[in-house]
């Protein structure tokens, strides 16, 4: 860290002109390089705080500046500005990093970012905060793929599909996850934490969020201009650690989401591929030999199928022990896990078993008898995949009848205690 804060006792101890009974609204602005563009996010930034105070419940607004390991002058920019707080970094850390300081900084009850590239209206902060409000949201972001939005055709497509990758796993509506400007109560940072150091923050929060279901999300379209300067993301490599950072918060909260998803893949495909096979066998009898490899195919992913579910069911209960929470009972997950209940899966895999053994039975009685089997080929891998689902079904249940015992001992050995955090009421 470079010097010390500018001006902390003027910009953080005299109250606003405007104070009222409401929140301190704290405006974290991380920059790097941003020596363009940084004066004018500032004084627009501050022009902002009369009309933010009028329109919105925040009672007043300070603004910090940090600049993360700059190497131009943004931060000398930047301390041109007394009512700004401004902390440098004496190296690179990252955006998430510069967020986390300008958060540890703030003294206001509810903190906000926006990126220093000139592409958000600071003014939009308003609208943000009363959302924040009347739906006693605990985060508020500017979607930036409203109407009018300048955001380049590549990024903008690539949001798309994160937001729809997101609402699939969340069954949430989202239309953008990397927002670069949104409100956070914050008695909720710790429900946050911890979230990366990378420009992979802000979808790693929008993930949690949705994902973890104990906070609520609100979202409000908003202007977004062409950035001024060169941007710092790559779209291959930020892209794929958006990717990452999505499906890390669905492993964590809800990991039977995404196992279903590739086993809804899987099934989809096996259908594809066997479609065929299995039609002209329901008209002709037989298959040709030319089908071997399609049938082996689907076969295949029947079976990663099957595995894919299984994974989710025993996930789900694993993510329910860490969470403290009951394992889903409803949707998807719901179903398949009473596909996989007792008694249901002991008939079903039971019912697999003898079809396995039914369609093999003519080969095994042939082999036993004369040492050679002519049975047809699909007849062995029909078996086999029978089988491997039986297997299937009778491995998750006696994995998560083991989950069940090691669930009511933990209840009944943990003693009873008051819970660890009580929040205080939104709008107390």
């Known amino acids: 860290m470079s010097g010390p804060l500018a001006a902390p006792g003027e910009a953080r101890d005299a109250p606003g002109p405007m104070a009222n009974a409401g929140p301190v ?14 004066g004018s996010t500032i004084e627009r930034c501050l022009a902002a705080r009369a009309q933010i105070v009028a329109e919105s419940p925040a009672a007043d607004v300070e603004v910090i500046v940090v600049s993360d390991g700059s190497t131009d002058r943004t931060e000398e920019i930047a301390r041109g500005f007394p009512e700004v707080t401004v902390v440098g970094f004496d190296r690179n850390r990252g955006y998430g990093a510069a967020i986390k300081m300008g958060f540890s900084l703030a003294r206001g009850e509810w903190v906000s970012f926006l990126d220093a590239d000139g592409t958000c209206d600071p003014a939009f902060f308003a609208k943000l905060c009363r959302a924040l409000e009347r739906e006693q949201a605990d985060v508020a972001l500017g979607s930036r793929l409203g109407p009018g939005s300048e955001m380049p055709r590549l990024r903008a497509v690539g949001n798309t599909i994160f937001a729809w990758l997101l609402g699939a796993l ?17 008695a909720v940072l710790p429900d946050l934490d911890p979230l990366p150091d990378g420009l992979h923050y802000t979808p790693a929060m929008t993930a949690r969020v949705l994902l973890e279901g104990k906070l609520k999300l609100v979202e409000e379209p908003m202007p977004y201009a062409e950035r001024i300067g060169d941007s710092k993301l790559s779209v291959a490599k930020d892209g794929v650690r958006f990717l990452v950072s999505i499906v890390r918060a669905a492993a964590i909260y809800r990991p039977a989401r995404p196992l279903l998803l590739f086993a809804a893949l899987f099934a989809f495909g096996a259908l594809a591929l066997g479609s065929g096979p299995s039609l002209f066998w329901l008209r002709h009898g037989e298959l040709e030999e030319s089908m071997i490899y399609r049938v082996m195919a689907a076969l295949l992913l029947g079976m990663g199928t099957a595995l894919f579910a299984s994974a989710a069911v025993v996930a789900d209960q694993i993510a329910s022990i860490a969470h403290g929470r009951p ?15 007792r008694r249901v899966a002991i008939a079903t895999a039971a019912a697999l078993f003898a079809a396995a053994v039914a369609v093999s039975w003519p080969g095994v009685v042939e082999y036993v008898s004369t040492a050679h089997v002519h049975m047809h080929w699909s007849r062995v891998m029909l078996s086999s995949l029978l089988t491997v689902l039986a297997l299937a079904i009778a ?34």
């Open 25 to 38: 609204l704290s405006v974290v602005i991380p920059a790097l390089n941003e020596e363009e563009a940084i």
């Open 170 to 186: 969340s069954r949430q509506r989202i239309q953008d996850t990397a927002s670069g400007m949104r409100v956070i109560r914050r």
């Open 327 to 341: 394992a889903t009972q409803t949707g998807v997950t719901g179903f398949v896990s009473r596909i996989f209940g």
């Open 395 to 428: 491995t998750t249940l006696f994995l998560t009848e083991t989950i069940d015992l090691i669930r009511a001992q933990r209840t009944a050995q943990a003693p009873l205690r008051p819970p660890d955090r009580v929040r205080p009421a939104r709008g107390a």
